[in-house]
């Protein structure tokens, strides 16, 4: 892939992470998720693509949240994020990109 | 039944008939809950099923626009001769079910894991779900969107979890949303009540406001 266009490419890659953080972030806060998790939530940008991270320590409290306990019912942040932003996200970047493409001649 | 009702019972029908077996059961019926119910009776019904609507999205990838016709009106009105109903194309939905299956037995673990794995095949899943006049029926397509083994030690004892996140195709016409939204006029009752109980007065007609 040409340089430049790799470079574009990973630029709205971050830029979207960012956004996404934010948009992820208040998802959680709205469904009650304690402050000391929701600040541990990262949307995160590899290449092109877009992945939710936190540390290692908080997947146990994370997993309980949103799948519910024995006790407690689900409070699914995760999997509606997924369901909402990421995959027209991913589509979203692939168009800019792909446009990008045809306007710098790459498919003349 | 209307939108979300609909595909509520139709699901909560669908994993009817959930059998275990084991040493002191050759057949233990699984019970299926909406929500959590109350610990005192899980305690004693395992192993049992939970369903628990957690998102409901429009979908407006797939909305489209128009005008349908028809004599029943989605099925929610008898047909009669002569009259046709107009309406525009019903908004598109993804109704998204955590469906966790719990157990205290490994056997019944296994058991239960096997037949939803054939209950929710990933894409090819389908939910019959009739109409409100019982008439027809459509098939609606369900995808498996996840499946998660949680198991873990409660109280001292094994308690073994499956979750799955199962996604149904659903639509919503409008007329369904401004049915939802009238308030009620007025409440009738039965004028004819028997054994009224002692110091109370039979009521016959109840307005808004009494």
Redesign the interface.
């Known amino acids: 892939m040409n340089i430049a266009v790799e470079n574009a490419a990973k630029d709205i890659a971050r830029k979207s992470a960012l956004r996404l953080t934010s948009v992820l972030r208040n998802m959680a806060f709205r469904a009650e998720w304690p402050s000391d998790i929701i600040v541990q939530l990262v949307v995160k940008a590899e290449d092109e693509n877009l992945y939710i991270s936190y540390p290692e320590e908080f997947e146990a409290r994370i ?1 309980d949240l949103e ?2 306990t ?5 409070q ?1 942040v995760l ?2 994020f997924t ?2 932003y990421a995959a027209n996200l991913e589509r979203e970047v692939s168009e800019t990109l792909f446009h990008l493409m045809e306007n710098m001649g790459v498919f003349n | 039944m209307s939108f979300i009702l609909s595909e509520d019972a139709a699901l909560k029908n669908y994993l009817q008939g959930l059998t275990v077996s084991d040493e002191k059961a050759p057949v233990r019926p699984v019970k299926v809950y909406f929500g959590y119910p109350d610990v005192e009776i899980t305690a004693q019904t395992y192993p049992y099923v939970i369903i628990e609507l957690i998102d409901i999205r429009a979908a407006s990838e797939r909305q489209t626009s128009g005008m349908m016709i028809d004599n029943d009106y989605r099925g929610t009105v008898a047909p009669v001769a002569g009259t046709a109903y107009r309406y525009e194309v019903p908004l598109p939905y993804d109704l998204t079910y955590q469906v966790t299956a719990y157990s205290r037995h490994p056997r019944h673990d296994r058991a239960l894991l096997y037949q939803l794995q054939n209950k929710f095949p990933s894409q090819y899943g389908s939910l019959r779900v009739p109409n409100e006049l019982n008439t027809e029926v459509a098939y609606r397509t369900m995808f498996l969107d996840g499946f998660l083994k949680r198991d873990m030690i409660e109280d001292g004892r094994r308690l073994f979890r499956t979750v799955y996140t199962v996604r149904v195709i659903s639509e919503m016409t409008p007329s369904v949303a401004v049915t939802a939204t009238q308030t009620v006029q007025t409440v009738e009752i039965n004028r004819i009540t028997t054994n009224i109980p002692t110091g109370l007065t039979a009521v016959s007609h109840l307005t808004q406001g009494d």
């Not at chain 1, 024995?70 to 689900?74: A, G, H, I, Q, R």
Request: proline content about 23%.
């Open positions: 997993q799948y519910g024995p006790n407690t019912s689900p699914p999997r509606i369901a909402r």
